[in-house]
C-alpha cells in the first residue's frame, strides 16, 4: 500500500470516529472503539468465505461426532487459519439483520465475540472491547459503527477487492496494518495532548535491516529459521522479515521454515501483533505480552536472527526489582565475565542507567544468540538505538560493560547512523547497531562504522516528525558500503562516509592520577568550635546548643521533642537516622570528648602554626602518650581533621615509609610494569631523593626505604588513556610535564568502551577571512542607508 492509499485509509477510519462517536466519547477515547473495530474487522473479512465450512465442522463434531470439547484442529483447517468463528454470525450479518432493538444487536454482537478461538478471544479481552460494545449499544451508536466498517469502500483484509463502483481497494499487507495502526495511534494522542510514546519503524528501515541481516549469508541459510523480536510492536519487522526471505520474487527466495517469536508490553499493540500472526498463518503463542525485562519469557531459547526496535530514553525503574537487589543484578542476562586491567576475570554488571532502558533490549539478544555449536552460520541481531548507547556510561559502569562484553566478544559487525526526522515520533539521531557472533575472517577484529545521516530525500509532507526516507538507490548505496566493507569519504554535504576500526580502538584505560596532601595546622577558636558539632546535624545541634546551653551534654531526651518539632519547622527534613543520632545521648557526649581533647592539645601548641603536618601530628602523638590523654584513633583523627587544611605550600604529607628489596620489589616491579628508577611515577618515592641533602649522609643505611604520600582527593583526577597506548607512557608524556608531583593509581584502572561518530566523521570548516565577512558588512550597509557604517565610524 502506498503513502496515498495509506493515508485514505487512515482518513476513512478517522472519519468513523468524528461521525459516530463525537458525542459518546471524548476525542481521547476514540482510540479504544477504533483500534479494535480495525483489528476486528480485519479478522471477520478473513473468515466470511469459509464461515459455512466451519459451521458445518461444527455441526459434525457436535451432532455426529458427539464431541463434548470441540476439536480446535477440524475448525483451523475449516477456516483456514489458526483462529476460527463458531456463532453463526459475521459482522455483515449482524449489520444487515438488525432491527430498532439495541438489545438484540448488543446480543447478537456479544454471541458473535463468544464463538471466536480462545487466541482471538485474548485480543478481544486486551483491547476490552466488550465493555466497549455495551457502551456503544446504550448510546446508540453500535449499529452506525458496524455499518461503516462494513462498507464495501473499506478494505482491511490482506487481500486486493473491487469497491461497488469496480474500483481497486489495495491489499493492507500486515507492515501496512502496523502504518495504519501507528498514525491512528498518533492522531488520537495529538488530539489528546499526548506522545506516542512508540518509534514505528519506517518500511525503508525495516528493509534496511532485513537486508543488512540475510544478504551477507543468503546462500547459505538454515534449514529452520527463526527471528526474535523482544518489543516487537505490531510484528511489522517479524512479518517483513518473513516476507522478505519467502519472497519467491527476491533475491533469497528460502525454502526452508521460518518460525516468528516476539514480546511486547503494549496490549493494544500486542493484539494488532498477535493478530497479523494468526492471518499469516503463524504461531500466535510465539508472540507473549509482558514486560521484556521483568520475566525472561523465552528463557533457555536462542534463535537465528534477531532485529528489533527497542524503546530509548524511557525509564525500566519499575522493572528494577526483577533484574537487581539492591546493588547485586539477580537476572542472568544483565551480567557478565570480563577481566580486570590485572587480567583478573569477574562477574560484572550490564546494566544501564535506570532513566534508559534500551541497552537491555540489546543485552537480551545478546543472551538468546544461536552458538556456533547449534547452527554454523551463528546468530545476526540488527537494532536500532539513540546515540547515549554509543558513548553514555564511565568505565566500568553498565553501559561501557555492555559496549566492552560486545566488542572484546568481536560480536559487533557495524553501526549505522541513520538520518534525523526518519521516525515517525522522534527527530533525535537513531543508528543500527549489526552483530554477529560468526563474523567472516576479513571481519574478525574489526568494525564498520557508516555515517549515512546526510543520504536521504525528503517527503513532500511529513508523517509526524518523519520528513524524509530512504530512497531505493539510498538503501543499495548503503548496502554495498556494508557488504564490501569499504571505506568512503563523504562529498560535500551530502552522501555516505564510511570508516573501519580495530575493535580495540574504541577501548580506554581509566587512570587515576594522583597529588599528595599537603597540609598546615594551627589550632584556633573557631576550628575547635567546629568539633562541637556533627558535620551532617550541624544546624540543629548549633541551635539544640545556643538554645539549651550545656544541658545537652546531661540529658539531650529532655529536649528532644521540641528539638525535632523544631526541625520540622525549619524543613531540615532529617532522615530516621539522623533524627536518631541527633537525639542520642552518644552523640552529644562524643563532640563533648572531641572539644575538651583540642583544648588539651591547645594548651600544649598555643597557636603556633605548622606548615609540615608531619611534625604536627608526631608532637601530637608524643604529648597523647605522654599526658595519657584519652584519645582512641577516631578521637585523635576528628581533631586533627578539624584543625588542619590544604594549602598548596606546606609540606608533603607522608603516608608511611616502606622498605622494597628481594622478591617484595621484584613482585612489586612486575605487578607496575616498570623499572626500579621509575617507582616514583607510581607513587613509591626513594627515601633519599626527599630528605635533605644533610640527612642523606646520616642516613645511609636508609637504601631501598621509599616514601608513600597522602592523596588529596579534591586534586585526584583521571585520564582516558587509549587501549593501545601505554599508561606510563602516556603519564610521562602527557601529564607529568604538567604536574610534576602527580603519580598513576594503578590500582584503581578501569577499562571503558566508546564509539563517538561525532570525533571519527568531523570536518573541520575553517573561519571565513576577514575580508570575506567585511564585505558582506559593507553590502548589508549599502541596504541599510550608511547606518552600519555610522556605528562602526568607517567613515
Known amino acids: 500500500m502506498n503513502h496515498s492509499s495509506h493515508n485514505k485509509l487512515v482518513s476513512f477510519i478517522w472519519s ?42 461444527l455441526a459434525f463434531q457436535r451432532d455426529e461426532a458427539k464431541f463434548t470439547e470441540w476439536d480446535e484442529t477440524g475448525l483451523r483447517e475449516a477456516s483456514n487459519y489458526v483462529f476460527y468463528n463458531t456463532s453463526k454470525w459475521t459482522l455483515q450479518k449482524i449489520k444487515d439483520t438488525a432491527t430498532n432493538s439495541t438489545q438484540i444487536l448488543q446480543a447478537n454482537f456479544e454471541d458473535y465475540l463468544n464463538g471466536f478461538s480462545p487466541n482471538v478471544k485474548e485480543i478481544v479481552e486486551k483491547f476490552k472491547l466488550r465493555s466497549q460494545v455495551r457502551h456503544m449499544a446504550s448510546k446508540d451508536v453500535l449499529l452506525d459503527v458496524l455499518e461503516k466498517f462494513t462498507s464495501p469502500y473499506i478494505n482491511l483484509t490482506p487481500y486486493e477487492k473491487e469497491d461497488p463502483e469496480g474500483r481497486k481497494l489495495p491489499a493492507l499487507s500486515n507492515l501496512g496494518m ?49 527471528i526474535y523480536d523482544p518489543a516487537c510492536g505490531s510484528g511489522g519487522m517479524l512479518t517483513e522479515s518473513q516476507n522478505f526471505i519467502k519472497d519467491e520474487e527476491g533475491t533469497i527466495r528460502a525454502m526452508g521454515d521460518v518460525y516468528l517469536f516476539g514480546k511486547e508490553i503494549n496490549d493494544e499493540t500486542y493484539a494488532i501483533c498477535k493478530s497479523d500472526m494468526m492471518i499469516k498463518g503463524n504461531n500466535p ?89 547449534q547452527s554454523p552460520t551463528g546468530t545476526r541481531i540488527a537494532s536500532v538505538h539513540n546515540g547515549s548507547s554509543l558513548f553514555t556510561g564511565d568505565a566500568g559502569g553498565g553501559e561501557s560493560n555492555i559496549r566492552r562484553y560486545i566488542i572484546e566478544n568481536d560480536w559487533l559487525e557495524a553501526i549505522v547512523q541513520l538520518p534525523n526526522n526518519l521516525f515517525y515520533n522522534t527527530g533525535i539521531t537513531t543508528y543500527i547497531w549489526i552483530l554477529s557472533n560468526n563474523k567472516p575472517e576479513h ?26 526516507e530512504f530512497a531505493p538507490e539510498h538503501i543499495d548505496e548503503i548496502l554495498e558500503v556494508y557488504t564490501e566493507m569499504k571505506v568512503a569519504e563523504r562529498e560535500g554535504d551530502s552522501g555516505i562516509a564510511a570508516q573501519i576500526f580495530d575493535n580495540e580502538d574504541f577501548g580506554y584505560y581509566k587512570v587515576t ?116 590523654l584519652n584519645a582512641s584513633a577516631s578521637d585523635k583523627k576528628a581533631v586533627l581533621n578539624a584543625v588542619s587544611w590544604y594549602d598548596a605550600d606546606a609540606e608533603k604529607v607522608i603516608k608511611k615509609k616502606v622498605k622494597l628489596t628481594g622478591d617484595k620489589l621484584q613482585n612489586l616491579l612486575i605487578h607496575l610494569g616498570c623499572k626500579e628508577e621509575d617507582l616514583a611515577d607510581f ?93 558582506d558588512i559593507l553590502e548589508l550597509e549599502k541596504q541599510s542607508d550608511g547606518l552600519i557604517t555610522e556605528i562602526l565610524q568607517l567613515t
Not at 473479512?45 to 465450512?53: G, V, W
Not at 532513566?355 to 543485552?363: A, I, P, T
Not at 562541637?532 to 546535624?537: E, F, I, N, Q, S
Open 513 to 628: 592520577i594522583e597529588r599528595p596532601k599537603r597540609l598546615k595546622a594551627q589550632f584556633t577558636p573557631e576550628r575547635i568550635e567546629s568539633l562541637r558539632y556533627d558535620k551532617y546535624l550541624e544546624e540543629p545541634m548549633r541551635y539544640a546548643y545556643e538554645t539549651y546551653g550545656e544541658s545537652v551534654y546531661d540529658d539531650i531526651s529532655v529536649h528532644a521533642e521540641e528539638l525535632l518539632e523544631w526541625c520540622e519547622q525549619n524543613d531540615l527534613n532529617l532522615s530516621a537516622a539522623n533524627k536518631k543520632k541527633l537525639t542520642k545521648k552518644e552523640t552529644w557526649k562524643k563532640h563533648q570528648h572531641h572539644i575538651k581533647l583540642a583544648k588539651q592539645l591547645e594548651a600544649h601548641f598555643g597557636n603556633t602554626l605548622y606548615t609540615d603536618y608531619n611534625a604536627f601530628e608526631k608532637e601530637v602523638n608524643d604529648i597523647i602518650k605522654k599526658e595519657k
Open 443 to 468: 571481519r574478525q577484529g574489526k568494525v564498520q562504522l557508516i555515517d549515512a545521516g546526510e543520504l536521504y530525500r525528503k517527503l513532500r509532507k511529513n508523517l509526524g516528525n518523519k520528513n524524509c
Open 285 to 373: 503463542e510465539n508472540i507473549r505480552v509482558g514486560s521484556t525485562l521483568s520475566t525472561d519469557e523465552f528463557a533457555g531459547t536462542t534463535f537465528d536472527f534477531m532485529l528489533s526496535n527497542p524503546p530509548y530514553g524511557k525509564s525500566w525503574s519499575s522493572e528494577q526489582k526483577y533484574i537487581k537487589d539492591g546493588k547485586d543484578v539477580i537476572d542472568p542476562r544483565f551480567k557478565v565475565m570480563l577481566s580486570d586491567y590485572w587480567g583478573v576475570e569477574e562477574e560484572v554488571d550490564a546494566t544501564p542507567r535506570s532513566s534508559d532502558g534500551q541497552l537491555l533490549f540489546l543485552m537480551e539478544m545478546v543472551s538468546k544468540m544461536k552458538p556456533l555449536t
Open 683 to 775: 607513587g613509591y618515592f626513594p627515601y633519599e631523593s626527599v630528605i635533605a641533602k644533610e640527612e642523606r649522609l646520616k642516613q645511609s643505611h636508609q637504601k631501598n626505604l621509599y616514601i608513600t604520600y597522602e592523596t588529596e582527593s579534591d586534586l585526584r583526577d583521571t585520564e582516558n588513556v587509549p587501549l593501545k597506548d601505554n599508561i606510563h607512557s602516556y603519564f610521562k608524556r602527557e601529564v607529568q610535564p604538567h604536574v610534576e608531583e602527580a603519580w598513576i593509581n594503578l590500582d584503581n584502572t578501569k577499562i571503558g568502551y566508546e564509539i563517538s561518530f561525532n570525533k571519527y566523521f568531523y570536518k573541520h570548516t575553517p573561519l571565513r577571512s576577514i575580508e570575506a565577512v567585511t564585505q
Open 178 to 226: 502496523g502504518y495504519v495502526f501507528e498514525e491512528l495511534i498518533r492522531k488520537f494522542n495529538e488530539e489528546n495532548n499526548e506522545e506516542a510514546g512508540e518509534h514505528f519503524t519506517p518500511r525503508e528501515v525495516i528493509e534496511l535491516m532485513t537486508h543488512i541481516i540475510f544478504d551477507p549469508i543468503k546462500d547459505h541459510l538454515p534449514p529452520v529459521m527463526t
Open 16 to 57: 468513523i470516529a468524528d461521525d459516530c462517536l463525537r458525542d459518546v466519547y471524548v476525542r481521547g477515547k476514540y482510540r479504544d472503539v477504533i483500534l479494535p473495530m480495525v483489528v476486528l474487522r480485519r479478522l471477520d473479512a478473513l473468515l466470511e468465505p469459509t464461515k459455512d465450512a466451519v459451521l458445518e465442522e
